[in-house]
């Protein structure tokens, strides 16, 4: 059974830092690229980052460059998200996503990110 759990969301002030966590199961995790998408309410879901099967490239929504940090675990079947220098715009609900194809996409329940003081 494919399953993507995240966590490690929550409260945290401007400026403060999170990071998140999504463990894999049920597909074969490394021919995968990785994705972290964020929704925030009243708004379309955006890419925030993403990180190739092989970890070799990523790639960052340009709001989040140089704040963000995107990286794979092929041993523990993880994708991780650093959250620094977080600002009240930060503050959605954030998914992950696995696709190696149109068939082969699956999505995380979400975990949600409020930056409030």
């Known amino acids: 059974q494919v399953q993507l759990v995240e966590s490690g969301g929550g409260l945290v002030q401007p400026g403060g830092s999170l990071s998140l966590s999504c463990a894999a199961a049920?597909?074969?995790?490394?021919?995968?690229?990785m994705t972290w998408y964020r929704q925030a309410p009243g708004k379309e879901r955006e890419l925030v980052a993403a990180?190739?099967?092989?970890?070799?490239?990523?790639n960052y929504a340009d709001s989040v460059k140089g704040r963000f940090t995107i990286s794979s675990d092929n041993v523990k079947n993880t994708v991780y998200l650093q959250m620094n220098s977080l600002e009240a715009g930060d503050t959605a609900m954030y998914y992950c996503?696995?696709?190696?194809?149109?068939?082969?996409?699956?999505w995380g329940q979400g975990t949600q990110v409020t930056v409030s003081p």
């Open positions: 996503n696995a696709r190696k194809s149109e068939q082969c996409d699956y």
């Open positions: 049920g597909f074969f995790f490394s021919t995968y690229a």
């Open positions: 990180i190739s099967s092989t970890g070799a490239t990523t």
